[in-house]
């Protein structure tokens, strides 16, 4: 399908599906904008509620294994750099400081981290280790993937997911009603959970999170120099993390082109702390 008529189509979708136009966040020093719509059945608490389960069962299972870790340097310096992320959370979104926040290092070997919806963190230690990351760089990891869940990504793609698989089936199974709609919505979560974020919302995030450093007192250059451990990690297998989320020229360059936005930031912050 060409590209007009892939927008046109999923316009259309979204329309039937009944996504409204929302703003998640404020826009920030760094200017993030964008108009963002979301599944009108689909509020903000049922995504949270659907992740906390996740989160549960995945901390349930490193608890099990052994793998849960509370009490290391590298959990303690994770919980220390969070403390200093959350409460700025604030200039983004009001309501974001006083989210239900966790946050857990899992000991692993896995290059990863992630912040879910409602403010649920896990990093992974090997991603701390094996890049051997400051604490400006941990920083940004982390101010990336809370400004994920700060604009809702995962609640948009979700919408978006229900809009594709409603459009299809030309509004003949309708969320909650028997048991197509069932089947209908647990294939939305499962594929929304892992869709890999697009290059939009990884711009967003990276933003977001630059100026969330900066706003805690971290150096944002550690921005730049932490997706080139990312790039270079791994030769022919990269980072989980990356996956999701590509290091290349135009990422490095609207990193560049924003840290001036928030240095200022980063200046007052770091005379306070």
Same mark, same amino acid.
């Given at each position: =399908?060409? $590209? @007009? ?14 996504? *409204? ?13 964008? *108009?963002?719509?979301? %599944? ?7 995504? +949270? ?24 340097? +590298? &959990? ?5 750099? &969070? ?9 983004f979104r009001q !309501?974001? @400081? ?10 692993? !070997?896995?290059?990863? &981290? ?8 896990? %990093?992974?230690?090997?991603?701390? +280790? ?17 400004? $994920?869940?700060?604009?809702? $990504?995962?609640?948009? *793609? ?27 919505? !647990? ?19 990276d933003l977001i ?20 451990? =990312?790039? *270079? ?11 999701? $989320?590509p290091a290349d ?25």
């Amino acid at each position: =399908m060409s $590209h @007009p008529f892939r927008y046109i189509a999923l316009a259309a979708a979204l329309s039937l599906a009944g996504c *409204q136009p929302v703003n998640t966040t404020n826009g920030g020093a760094v200017g993030v904008q964008r *108009q963002q719509y979301m %599944f009108s059945m689909l509020s903000s608490q049922q995504v +949270d509620q659907m992740y906390a389960q996740s989160y549960q069962k995945t901390i349930g299972e490193a608890t099990t294994a052994g793998k849960l870790d509370n009490n290391s340097a +590298d &959990a303690k310096r994770v919980k220390a750099i &969070a403390a200093r992320l959350i409460p700025q959370t604030g200039a983004f979104r009001q !309501d974001a @400081p006083g989210w239900q926040w966790q946050v857990n290092v899992i000991k692993s !070997d896995e290059l990863n &981290a992630n912040c879910g919806p409602g403010g649920k963190i896990i %990093f992974y230690s090997g991603l701390i +280790d094996k890049l051997q990351l400051t604490d400006d760089e941990i920083a940004a990891v982390m101010g990336h993937e809370i400004a $994920h869940a700060l604009r809702e $990504h995962g609640r948009e *793609q979700m919408s978006r997911a229900y809009a594709v698989q409603m459009g299809e089936s030309l509004g003949g199974a309708l969320l909650g009603l028997g048991q197509g709609g069932m089947q209908l919505a !647990d294939q939305v979560v499962q594929y929304s959970l892992t869709l890999p974020n697009s290059r939009e919302n990884e711009n967003e995030a990276d933003l977001i999170g630059l100026e969330l450093a900066a706003r805690a007192g971290y150096n944002p250059n550690a921005a730049l120099t932490l997706w080139q451990k =990312m790039g *270079q990690a791994g030769g022919d297998a990269p980072p989980e993390i990356l996956s999701t $989320h590509p290091a290349d020229s135009t990422r490095m360059a609207n990193l560049q082109a924003a840290i001036p936005k928030v240095m200022p930031l980063y200046e007052q912050a770091k005379g306070r702390n």
